[in-house]
């Protein structure tokens, strides 16, 4: 354990019973529910299991997005979005790890294809600017956390820069989404 991440242990342990309500998810909002299904995977990792440390956060890994697959896509498909989020942050909702937009390929994004330089991918805006990717880096001494990873096709193109935060996504993708799958990981610090 990192010397820092070892003096927050004792904040990890204070807020070990206080977790993220689940139904607060991106997933949950009714602009994308969907029944139509997409498989997801990664070659570094099955579903339910341990993410690698090299696609961790600070501290733990090399902040690297795994490679994600998925099985074929829809057809009218003109862009892939992809959320990650850690359904067990001490927030009161999931904390996003990654929102986005990138064009249809199919069979999957290669690793470190959500680098903040990675070409033909939108990020959407945090508050210090576009967000890449942002590895799983839990609090350490509060416990494991479940990272999920939605993928969602669409059949329209969404600027996700255009966006003020991830409180106007829903709207943006409002009758667009064709399908969508998960993949979750767990990571505990």
């Not at 019973?17 to 997409?38: G, K, W």
């Not at 939108?122 to 999920?148: E, N």
């Amino acid at each position: 354990m990192h010397p820092v991440e070892a003096l927050l242990v004792p904040l990890g342990k204070l807020f070990r019973n206080r977790h993220a309500d689940e139904t607060q998810s991106l997933s949950h909002a009714p602009e994308l529910v969907t029944a139509n299904r997409l498989t997801v995977t990664s070659p570094a990792f099955a579903d339910g299991q341990e993410i690698p440390a090299k696609f961790c956060g600070t501290f733990i890994g090399q902040n690297i997005s795994p490679a994600i697959n998925w099985s074929p896509l829809p057809e009218g498909t003109v862009q892939l979005l992809l959320v990650m989020e850690d359904l067990d942050s001490p927030g009161t909702t999931p904390r996003l790890h990654a929102v986005a937009a990138f064009a249809p390929q199919e069979g999957g994004l290669p690793e470190a294809g959500l680098a903040a330089s990675a070409s033909g991918v939108g990020f959407l805006p945090g508050k210090r600017g576009p967000v890449a990717y942002a590895g799983p880096r839990p609090l350490p001494g509060h416990g494991p956390h479940h990272y999920r990873i939605h993928l969602y096709a669409l059949n329209a193109r969404i600027d996700l820069a255009a966006l003020s935060g991830v409180e106007q996504l829903p709207a943006a993708v409002s009758g667009h989404v064709l399908a969508s799958g998960t993949l979750s990981g767990t990571r505990t610090s």
